[in-house]
């Protein structure tokens, strides 16, 4: 079973739209969370990190949310653009906090006109 | 360099050769990262390196994957005699330290296609 799961598997929204992506994970422990946009045929890029300690992190129009209760996080887009079309990734460090990271299998968005 | 590089971008072999592939990690990071992405799969964990040592290889699938880091700078990652199933993205990383707060960074990866 993967530790770190993704909803939905995939989204196409309008642009200008706003969207949601969701993150269950069941990493323990783990020392924090981040969120990475993966371009087709590029590398992962780092959009958020969180430790366990905080709830919200926003870097432009993306906002990740935190519950570590739950072992719950969302990536929020809004105002969504042509360029934000790209694989979500959420990957949590651990388990073992420390360097390891266990990473979902991503939320494919595409942004259409 | 500015980033993370990889080569070669795309490799094609057939089955039961060698491949290496090479990253060239951030200058001044210590940590250095191996990860194999498959096709509607995540990316998997291979292998960890602080400096030249790697304290962390379990993600390695089996002893036909070896790799190793020179001079805290290079890695090079090889396979050998290549099994269709090994066909997927190998993503090194680099981040300036071992510590989880250490943001990864990415390199482009490598596409290996085993015939």
């Known amino acids: ?113 | 360099g500015a980033g993370v590089s990889q080569s070669p971008s795309n490799k094609v072999t057939e089955k039961g050769k060698d491949v290496e592939l090479r990253c060239d990690p951030i200058s001044g990071h210590t940590a250095l990262y191996w990860y194999r992405q498959s096709l509607g799969q995540g990316l998997e964990f291979l292998i960890y390196f602080q400096g030249n040592s790697a304290p962390d290889k379990s993600g390695l699938p089996s002893d036909r994957f070896s790799a190793e880091r020179t001079g805290g700078s290079v890695s090079t990652l090889t396979i050998q005699r290549t099994q269709q199933e090994d066909s997927a993205v190998y993503l090194c990383a680099s981040s300036r330290g071992p510590q989880g707060g250490n943001e990864q960074f990415f390199g482009p990866g490598t596409r290996l296609t085993v015939l």
């Not at chain 1, 300690?53 to 926003?58: A, D, L, V, W």
């Open chain 1, 1 to 113: 079973k993967n530790q770190v799961e993704q909803s939905p598997q995939s989204l196409i929204i309008l642009e200008g739209k706003n969207c949601t992506l969701q993150c269950n994970y069941t990493v323990s422990p783990f020392s924090n969370l981040r969120w990475y946009k993966q371009d087709t045929g590029r590398g992962p890029v780092s959009l958020t990190i969180m430790t366990f300690s905080e709830n919200t992190k926003s870097n432009g129009r993306y906002t990740a949310t935190l519950d570590a209760d739950t072992k719950q996080s969302s990536l929020h887009i809004t105002a969504s653009q042509l360029s934000d079309s790209a694989s979500y990734i959420c990957v949590v460090s651990g388990p073992g906090g420390g360097n390891k990271l266990t990473f979902g299998t991503g939320t494919q968005l595409k942004v259409e006109l």
